[in-house]
């Protein structure tokens, strides 16, 4: 049955316990949420930058690419101009070399010769080779028809003297394909200007290459030009055929079409689109040396996807970090519960267990007849003690005891109830101290063998006689006041349980008159103050010369000890016989 | 503390204080210490200052041995407080004093 502070101090406990819990949710998921939104965040950021590297490198790899293929396909126009430097007039020796040219590269599809004419041969000259169906045609681009000085291959060229490129084109006469045309100049030795050879490119074979270089599930490219026009698309319905905006309708896509729109305007070169249901990051970068716009589409999906792991990962680790700081808070509450739980129950037994010792004393701690007073005191220096006491009223006599059994706690006030039995048993067999003394310590004896033993003072005082028998076997001396303060000496003895055939004697001192009789248990000389200093026989002489009672000898070693809590237990046993007694 | 000797007694020698915290250390000490009991204990309490019934427990026991094995236990250096209580618990009359 716990005590209802100990009940109340668990349903506190509880209420702490539920707190605690609270606080620490509180605390911790806001921290740890704000942590993972932030280590996102970095995370991200990084992963931003790391994929448009990424984009750069392939806006890299197709710049080279392309640069690549138009070098390629338009060294031969270079050539030829290189070769008729030195002799201008020999032009029409490079004609079979053009016409070879387009014949043989797949991806030429026609070359121009184009003369100056205020230079050779003073008229003007164009002569054009072209594939178409499957052979290579030739003819003149001239008026009426064709301006071809006007042309801005032919102008340009000659303005700067330097090859140009064109910019893509759709050539509907030219087999309904996409071109960029190379205009060559020829210069002669002097570096004047005197014609242009051009190469006509097909580019969908470079809007092919571009696409077979870059193009994976979770990454593309496009190409456009600076009308949208898409020059290089995977979709080859699209590729060189529409512009990203009707593709952009075609899919219903609203965000590429915005993004495009933005890319063409130059605004933000990062996107974020959705392609048939798909999320994807649009980076965007300028072509070298170009008007053409690359973008490179990155998968969101496969761009975060070690985030995502990351963010799993943590979460995990949060949560699992979580549960476990609960459960051990929970665990050492718990453990926390069970100790008070413990503690209160050890205390709740000791309590039980000093009534039980309680129980077995006398009854009354003043026991009044018409011939003496007896009154006693005891208190124990734990819960339960090791000091004992009684009496028993005989016929023209009293007989009483007090008794102190080493050390203290359980043991001792188990030791202490066994003795307390044999003794009263003892005093049931005889009336004698000595015998009362003797047979007690053969008994204890032969219960049991323990290290323990206890000190008795056993005394009886006969009214008839005037005589005061007592036997004392290791306890201290006792206190008689008559009209004298003294101590009686008698024979020492062993303290009971020590050893076996002790030859326990009675002292005799013949009383008349009234007198008090004071014994106590040496918890009593042994109190000590906070100074250390012992309360001492001479104090306990000094208390009772002056005032003569249990009560205040208890009061004075209370006094004297103050807030020091008591080592030993503290017994006072005094015995009064005489009517007179009442005055001293 | 305690120390013992084996010369014509077994001297055990106590000093500063015996009480609950080392009395069981003690008895186990002294017990280690002198192997059996084959000759007479002689206590050395000089330089003792305090004794409580739990170091009284140990001299006892100590004394009890003795007995057993047909051997006798002395006492010497009581001085002040400390032969009071060799004396008001009665140990004097199992233990004999000596100079």
Known sequence: MMKKRTLNFLMHLDAIQKKIIFYILLISIPMLTFSLYFIQNSAATELKKFAEQRANTVVNKIDREVKDYLHRTSTFAKQASFMLKL?????????PFLKKEVKNNSNVYGSALALEPSKMPQKKYCKYYYEHNNTVEEKWLMLPNYDYLSQAWFSEVKKHKNGIWSKPYFDKGGGNVFMSTFSSPLLDK????????????????????????????????????KEGLLLSHPDDHYALKETVFSYAKDIHSETLFNAYKGILTKDKHIYSVTIESQDYTLYSADMPQSDLKIAVFIQDAMLYEPLTQLRQKLLLITFAGIMIILMMVLFILQQFKFDIMKTSKRKSELALAKKIQMSFLPEQKDFITEHFNIHAYLEAAKEIGGDLYGYKELKDSVIFYVGDVSGKGVPAALFMMATQIVLENAIDTTEDPAKVIALTNSKLLELSKNGMFVTLLVVKYNWNDKMLTFCNAGHPTFIVKTTLLFSPLGKFHPPVNTFANIDYKNTFLPIEEPFKLFCFSDGVTEAENTKQVLFGIERVARVLAVKCSVKDLQNSIS?????????????????????????? | ??????????????????????????????????????????????ELNYISSAGLQVVLKCAQLAQQNGYETFLKGA????????????????????Q
């Open chain 1, 87 to 95: 002799h201008p007039e020999a032009y029409r020796s490079v004609l």
């Open chain 2, 79 to 98: 001085e002040g407080t400390i032969k009071e209580i060799f004396q008001v618990s009665g140990f004097l009359t199992f233990i004999k004093e000596i």
């Open chain 1, 190 to 225: 002097e570096n004047h200007f005197f014609g242009v050879i051009t190469a006509d490119i097909k580019i969908d074979k470079l809007s092919q290459k571009i696409q077979e270089l870059t193009y994976s599930k979770e990454s593309f490219v496009f190409v456009v030009d």
């Open chain 2, 1 to 46: 503390m305690v120390e013992i000797d084996k010369e014509k007694k077994i001297i055990i020698k106590l000093s500063n204080r015996i009480d609950a915290m080392n009395a069981d250390n003690t008895l186990e000490s002294i017990l280690e210490l002198s192997g059996s009991i084959d000759r007479d204990l002689l206590f050395d309490v000089t």
């Open chain 1, 559 to 584: 006094i004297f000890v103050g807030n020091r809590p008591a080592n030993d237990d503290i017994t006072i046993l005094s015995f009064s016989y005489g009517e007179d007694v009442k005055k001293m």
